[in-house]
């Protein structure tokens, strides 16, 4: 079983940066590949970036591909977000999610942290 509990989340001014840290319960975190996704309000949650378990493989979505860093701390159990340049359109609700391997559902979720960027 795992934890995952967002923070980092706020208003921010369009152009702005913010970073979003995901802290994991448990002592087996390197066994999971670890993706941040958000929901926007009346719309389908959506993928934002995953990154392996080794940490050595990542992806992003076109939407914050060039701007954006997913990266993992093994040692700390938690993963981060940074997304530079914010736009008005990355207003939404980030989640954080854990899955057992690389490919295929994620097996855990946390409880999202709003994320408002103002024009």
């Known amino acids: 079983q795992v934890q995952l509990v967002e923070s980092g989340g706020g208003l921010v001014q369009a152009g702005g940066s913010l970073r979003l840290s995901c802290a994991a319960s448990?002592?087996?975190?390197?066994?999971?590949?670890m993706g941040w996704f958000r929901q926007a309000p009346g719309k389908e949650r959506e993928f934002v970036a995953v990154?392996?378990?080794?940490?050595?493989?990542?992806y992003y979505a076109d939407s914050v591909k060039g701007r954006s860093t997913i990266s993992r701390g093994n040692a700390t159990n938690t993963v981060f977000l940074q997304i530079n340049s914010l736009k008005p359109e990355d207003t939404a609700v980030y989640y954080c999610?854990?899955?057992?391997?690389?490919?295929?559902?994620?097996?855990?979720w946390g409880q999202g942290t709003q994320v408002t960027v103002s024009s």
């Open positions: 999610a854990a899955r057992e391997n690389d490919f295929g559902p994620y097996d855990y």
């Open positions: 990154i392996m378990r080794s940490g050595g493989t990542t």
């Open positions: 448990g002592r087996t975190f390197s066994r999971y590949a």
